[in-house]
């Protein structure tokens, strides 16, 4: 389903979809873009570049109660299971790299065990892309890890600025569904629009971004040198925070700790929150052994799992080159240089 | 004048010389146009070093995070370490000598003025170019930084692109050094020393609760602002409920009952608790490198909440941190003179 | 399972004994499910123990899958979760999730020879397989059973052992000389070397503190052992047991999904980092 929507009606889309869901949409929050609450009447405007916190806060949220547990004295605990219950989202400005970086979560959280409580919110999720005209951030490469700045997979619907309008196209049945609820507002596409998205996306996907130029001498140069020393070299600098990890639109790591909320009778939470693999404890075992004890390891660990273990595993790359985590990295570390120095390293 | 080539040759010499077993400086990144650390040990690698307005990291961390690595080794090079310090950043030199973290003799000082410029405050930087991101950002020596695009370039006055640490600094030089490069610079004339958190901490209380509520809820405990911090180098950190130091000779009971003070989740109370912990454990040795709010990922202002407490050590107890690596610790001393009013 | 995959099932320990004494205890809890809601399990497998309030841990399953009236689970006291599970008494309610993790090819070993290597309570994890072995003997060949601790109070299972002998042998050590002790003194790896196993035929398991399994698996490639003939399971800090937490990997690997249990074969080539 193809539909044009004049520019200025995107408010009154957002409106209509708001009687039913919460929406969200890029606002500049403290000198940064982040997706924030419309407000009932309150205005949306799609010009940002990329916001800092990535799109999979929406069905993968930082802080997830479990179950409550509760127990009185000489009783047996109770537990009461928490699944999320949150009402319906539409999250817009969604840019294509965290789309596809939710194709891979949903391959970590839905293959295998099934997680209830993503899969709960995903399906009440509705995420709206907008392509990219141009590179949102210098760091920007998706087009490195098979990706594209109107790449779709992930969306529900993707956008596309036009002249005056958007080229909105439904990807999914829910990305149907809330086109439907405001048809009013949309006009069928014609070729002439058709024509002319398809001149945004390939103008988008001819500006110059970085570049890795083969992601399977990457993989292979990965392998090789897992115990290179060069990694300690790669991570001299890094102090081992969570910035990286957290504003990754594909990280996933998280920790379960109990949270009690009364002693006696006790009661409390078993609660989900991210967690990284940057964190020196990460991995430490109780006895104390650390089997990533070293920046250098822990920063391979990194590298390796978006750019060849995740590749192993489920056949994709699990980086979708939003290049967050070069630009908020407090002190440069770098996946594509250290991805281009592990591609010259495959040959040797 | 600082001249880059003064700065280079004799961080050669050091190298060549043997005399110490890296230099710690700046280079050129490809993540973005802010400068990044260099672990120098080769002499020729010298030839990388820069020095400009985009040099905002305190290098000091790293005598910090070299100490911590060393530790683990087990024949460590013992040589000291040479490193390119800014006034700011020779301060946090004096208070790691001050606590005893380092020995004088484990750090070579290549001090730096900075002679009336500064380093860049990148999202000031953003908002001067309205977005266009930039590439290379300089000194033109005329109260204006050059700044280069793509597509262009264009000076922006000094004043709206400083930093705030460097528009409020008293002494952008350092006090204490082996090596000086520059002139010790007189005559700063931009902002009064804490003009940025006067702004807000002379406002009402509810005004300021709302204010930091607001920012606190947006902290994603990413840990960048501590793991940032030169004078954050505790092992185990009271909060952060995380991390905890188990040696062979730690007990099952040490660790079944070692108190978590913050619960790993992230939300409103357990964020305001982390924050508003470590600026009290800073009180008195935080020398304002500005590095915790330049890494928050999500602009929180953290930088003030600790100018708020130096305002106080000023002016409650005429202390500043840093200026001397013999004076006694805020904390740990006291005077008879001292204000005991609040003592009731 | 419940469909909620990290929601315990309430089990009541039902019998608690104790193994070896002292600060890093290890006790063996008999755990039941009231409410029929058990699962089956496999040789290798593990499965999550919530001390609610305190946390979880990953322990393996030390009884045979065979038995079905209770799960063993032989715990060492190391930190708040062990150490909350040892302050429980018979009839107390933990939780309990799984089976987790892959399990050892105990079927393609039938009509072999089984040499078994124990350390500590490395003892309980490759248990189940002994026990299976030795219920269905005739299907295989010649068992023999070495295990060791640091003294004669930290032998774990002892009267178990005991019975072993006469359906395998069993080789018992202990570290140092105590008075008394009739067995071999040295570590296990030394015990193994001083009767040495012949490879022919033969499937060898091991387990114990990663240095001892480190020297076991060197000594067993020294008698002539191939790598796909040499078995350990491994362990790995571990949250969600369902290989979504993203911690416990050695490469690729989550070791709650694909391992524990591996040969020295896969394992060698796998990223040391465990």
């Known amino acids: 389903m193809e539909v044009i929507l ?58 997830e109660v479990l179950y409550r547990f509760s127990q009185d004295s000489g009783g047996a605990p109770r537990l009461t299971e928490t699944l999320p219950d949150d009402p319906r989202a539409v999250v817009f400005g969604v840019r294509p790299c965290d789309g596809r970086a939710m194709v891979r979560n949903d391959k970590v959280f839905t293959c295998g065990f099934a997680d209830p409580y993503y899969q709960a919110r995903r399906e009440r999720v509705a995420y709206v892309g907008l392509a990219c005209a141009e590179p949102p951030s210098p760091n920007c ?17 993707l956008m596309t600025e036009l002249d005056g309008r958007y080229y909105v196209k439904a990807l999914t049945a829910k990305g149907k569904d809330i ?61 081992g925070c969570g910035a990286c990890t957290y504003l990754c639109p594909s990280c996933h790591c998280f920790d379960i700790n109990d949270e009690i909320t009364s002693r006696s009778p006790l009661a409390g939470e078993r609660v989900r929150t991210w967690d990284n693999c940057q964190f020196p404890e990460f991995t430490m075992h109780t006895s104390g052994h650390n089997p990533r004890e070293t920046t250098g390891a822990r920063l391979r660990q990194r590298i390796c799992h978006k750019l060849l273990y995740f590749v192993e595993n489920h056949n994709i790359q699990q980086c979708t080159g939003c290049g967050r985590c070069i630009t908020h990295c407090p002190v440069g570390i770098d996946i594509v240089r250290i991805a281009n120095v592990m591609e010259e390293a495959a040959g040797q | 004048m600082v001249v880059m080539e003064d700065i280079r040759a004799r961080a050669k010499e050091l190298l060549e010389s043997g005399k110490v077993r890296a230099v710690l400086g700046y280079r050129r990144s490809s993540a973005g146009v802010l400068a990044e650390p260099a672990f120098v040990t080769a002499p020729e690698d010298t030839a990388a070093l820069v020095l400009d307005a985009t040099c905002v990291e305190n290098l000091a961390l790293y005598l910090v995070n070299e100490k911590k690595r060393q530790r683990a080794e087990k024949t460590p ?14 301060r946090t030199i004096n208070v790691l000598l001050q606590e005893n973290y380092i020995k004088r003799d484990e750090v070579v000082i290549l001090g730096v003025s900075c002679e009336n410029g500064g380093v860049i405050d990148t999202k000031k930087l953003n908002r001067a170019l309205r977005g266009k991101p930039a590439t290379a950002a300089s000194f033109d020596g005329n109260g204006s930084v050059k700044a280069v695009f793509t597509g262009g370039e264009t000076a922006v006055p000094a004043a709206e692109v400083l930093a705030d ?81 188990v040696k062979a000779t730690t007990t099952a009971d040490e660790k079944a009952n070692r108190i978590r003070w913050i619960e790993r989740s992230v939300c409103p109370s357990e964020n305001a608790m982390y924050h508003l912990v470590r600026a009290m454990h800073l009180a008195g040795r935080c020398t304002d490198c500005g590095e915790c709010e330049r890494v928050c990922p999500v602009n929180i202002p953290l930088r003030l909440l600790n100018t708020m407490l130096e305002r106080e050590a000023l002016e409650m107890f005429e202390y500043q941190p840093g200026l001397d690596p013999e004076q006694p610790s805020l904390i740990s001393s006291f005077r008879d003179g001292d204000p005991n009013d609040f003592i009731r | 399972m419940s469909k909620n995959i990290y929601l315990p099932k309430l089990a009541r320990i039902a019998g608690i004994k104790d193994e070896v004494p002292g600060a890093r205890g290890i006790k063996t809890f008999f755990v039941e499910f009231p409410d029929g809601d058990g699962f089956e399990h496999e040789c290798g497998q593990c499965a999550m123990i919530s001390v609610f309030g305190k946390g979880e841990s990953m322990i393996s399953i030390a009884s045979a899958p065979a038995v079905k009236e209770y799960k063993q689970f032989s715990i060492m006291r190391t930190g708040r979760v062990t150490t909350a599970i040892h302050d429980m008494k018979p ?54 059973v070495f295990y060791g601790a640091r003294t004669s109070r930290d032998i774990m299972y002892a009267e178990a052992l005991e019975a072993l002998r006469g359906a395998a042998d069993v080789h018992l050590s202990i570290d140092a000389p105590e008075e008394g002790w009739q067995g071999f003194c040295g570590f296990v790896p030394a015990n193994l070397l001083d009767k040495p196993q ?55 690997d989550y070791v709650c999904v694909n391992g524990p249990v591996y040969s020295w074969a896969q394992l060698k080539d796998m990223p040391q980092e465990y």
């Open chain 2, 77 to 90: 090079d013992t040589r000291p370490l040479a490193i390119v310090a800014k006034g700011c950043d020779s």
């Open chain 3, 198 to 252: 012949s490879p022919d035929n033969a499937v060898a398991v091991t387990c114990g503190p990663p240095i001892m399994i480190k020297f076991v698996i060197k000594n067993l490639i020294g008698m002539g052992f191939a790598d796909e003939q040499i078995y350990t399971t491994i362990e790995n800090k571990m949250k969600c047991g369902v290989g979504k937490c993203g911690r416990c990997n050695a490469g690729k």
């Open chain 1, 179 to 239: 086109v439907v609820a405001a048809s009013s507002l949309f006009s069928e596409a014609q070729p002439a629009d058709r024509s002319e998205a398809e001149s945004v996306h390939a103008a988008a996907r001819s500006h110059p971004q970085r570049s890795i130029a083969a992601m399977d001498k990457v993989a292979e140069g990965l392998k090789r040198n897992f115990d290179s020393p060069e990694w300690d070299a790669l991570a001299r600098a890094c102090i």
């Open chain 2, 165 to 245: 640490r460097c528009l409020e600094c008293t002494q952008a030089y350092p006090s204490v050094s082996d090596f000086f490069f520059g002139e010790k610079e007189s005559g700063r004339t931009y902002n009064r020393r804490f003009t940025a958190v006067s702004a807000v901490a002379d406002k009402g209380m509810e005004e300021r609760s709302d204010f930091w509520a607001g920012h606190f809820d947006r902290c994603i405990r990413c840990y960048a602002c501590r793991a940032v911090c030169p004078m954050c180098y505790c092992d185990e950190c009271v909060v952060d409920s995380t991390n905890c130091v």
């Open chain 1, 6 to 63: 004049k520019k200025d009606r995107l408010g009154e889309w957002a409106a209509k979809l708001g009687e039913g869901a919460d929406v969200f949409a890029p606002a500049f929050v403290e000198d940064c873009w982040a997706f924030t609450k419309v407000e009932p009447g309150g205005e949306v405007a799609l010009d940002h570049g990329n916001t800092v916190r990535p799109a999979k806060g929406f069905v993968f949220p930082q802080r």
């Open chain 3, 91 to 144: 009839g107390d309610i933990v939780g309990v999730r799984g089976p987790y993790g892959n399990k050892f090819p105990l079927e393609n070993w039938k009509g072999r020879n089984l040499v078994f290597i124990g350390g500590g309570v490395g003892l309980a994890p490759i248990w189940p397989v002994i026990q299976t072995a030795v219920a269905n003997r005739a299907d295989f060949g010649k068992i023999s």
């Open chain 1, 141 to 157: 490469f998706c087009l490195s890890v098979g990706g594209s700045p109107d790449a779709e997979d992930g969306l529900d619907v």
